[in-house]
């Protein structure tokens, strides 16, 4: 609470200019262990994981994640068809602080600011997709019992990066937190309680498909990521031929990373 109290409030600035790469490199090692920022995500929220062979334990393969969003249990499968069952969220959506203060940011900053831990989590796909760039004020977990411990990470991130908030969200956040006057606020990422889950089922591979036939000249489509890596054009980003939207589970503007 007292940290929400330094948060200043402002309109929402207009969203002209935003671009996914305007915050780096996706998934960037910005803390040079050699992993990308995705799989270090789902090594520190997954539980039992298995690593790809020759990755030095850098790409998780199997996992279990217990969501705080909806308050099951996932069990996660790399693959093209199963990965996005569990995504990593921007708990601030890029976009979002790309419209209370994230314009002024340095671009290392701004890349700093989408590979940061305290802003990252892994979670139910689903649920990520629903949530999509809504702030507090529009968007809360279909959990209660983690929507204090989710606005405080929120608040946390607005004030290390000094963004803002618009009135309708800073009043979301506070009534929130006038239901957990004590919540702490976190200075590192991930869940700090202990989320009880239900079991649901493991999803299942499908088998790769055969590459599809090249398309004629200026109409690239693909009928998922498989055929996209084999056509050597993942990752594969807004705006390139053969785009889709169902490529892109986490949200982010790239899809098949």
């Not at 305007?22 to 920022?37: I, S, V």
């Not at 298995?50 to 969003?69: E, H, I, Q, R, W």
């Not at 209370?100 to 892994?122: H, S």
């Given at each position: 609470m007292a940290l929400l109290e330094t948060i200043e409030v402002k309109g929402?600035?207009?969203?002209?200019?935003?671009?996914?790469?305007?915050?780096?490199?996706?998934?960037?090692?910005?803390?040079?262990?050699?992993?990308?920022?995705?799989?270090?995500?789902?090594?520190?929220?997954?539980?039992?994981?298995?690593?790809?062979?020759?990755?030095?334990?850098?790409?998780?393969?199997?996992?279990?994640?217990?969501?705080?969003?909806?308050?099951?249990?996932?069990?996660?499968?790399?693959?093209?068809?199963?990965?996005?069952?569990?995504?990593?969220?921007?708990?601030?959506?890029?976009?979002?602080?790309?419209?209370?203060?994230?314009?002024?940011?340095?671009?290392?900053?701004?890349?700093?600011?989408?590979?940061?831990?305290?802003?990252?989590?892994?979670?139910?796909?689903?649920?990520?997709?629903?949530?999509?760039?809504?702030?507090?004020?529009?968007?809360?977990?279909?959990?209660?019992?983690?929507?204090?411990?989710?606005?405080?990470?929120?608040?946390?991130?607005?004030?290390?990066?000094?963004?803002?908030m618009t009135a309708a969200e800073k009043d979301a956040v506070a009534g929130v937190l006038s239901t957990c006057p004590d919540q702490p606020a976190p200075t590192t990422g991930g869940v700090a309680g202990t989320i009880q889950a239900t079991p649901a089922e493991a999803p299942v591979p499908e088998p790769a498909p055969e590459p599809a036939a090249e398309a004629p000249a200026g109409e690239v489509s693909y009928a998922n990521c498989t055929e996209v890596r084999a056509a050597g054009a993942a990752p594969i980003k807004v705006g390139d031929p053969g785009f889709s939207s169902k490529f892109d589970g986490d949200g982010d503007g790239i899809g098949c990373e």
């Open positions: 929402r600035a207009p969203k002209t200019g935003y671009d996914r790469d305007q915050f780096g490199q996706a998934w960037a090692d910005t803390n040079k262990n050699g992993c990308d920022t995705r799989n270090d995500i789902l090594e520190r929220d997954l539980t039992g994981e298995t690593f790809k062979p020759g990755t030095n334990d850098c790409v998780v393969l199997t996992g279990v994640l217990a969501d705080p969003f909806t308050a099951t249990t996932i069990n996660f499968v790399r693959g093209a068809d199963t990965s996005s069952a569990v995504q990593v969220d921007h708990l601030v959506a890029l976009s979002d602080a790309w419209q209370k203060g994230a314009q002024q940011l340095d671009p290392d900053t701004r890349e700093a600011f989408g590979n940061d831990p305290l802003n990252l989590l892994a979670v139910d796909g689903p649920a990520n997709q629903q949530k999509s760039d809504s702030d507090a004020a529009s968007w809360l977990p279909p959990i209660k019992a983690f929507r204090c411990e989710f606005v405080a990470l929120q608040t946390a991130v607005k004030a290390k990066y000094d963004l803002w």
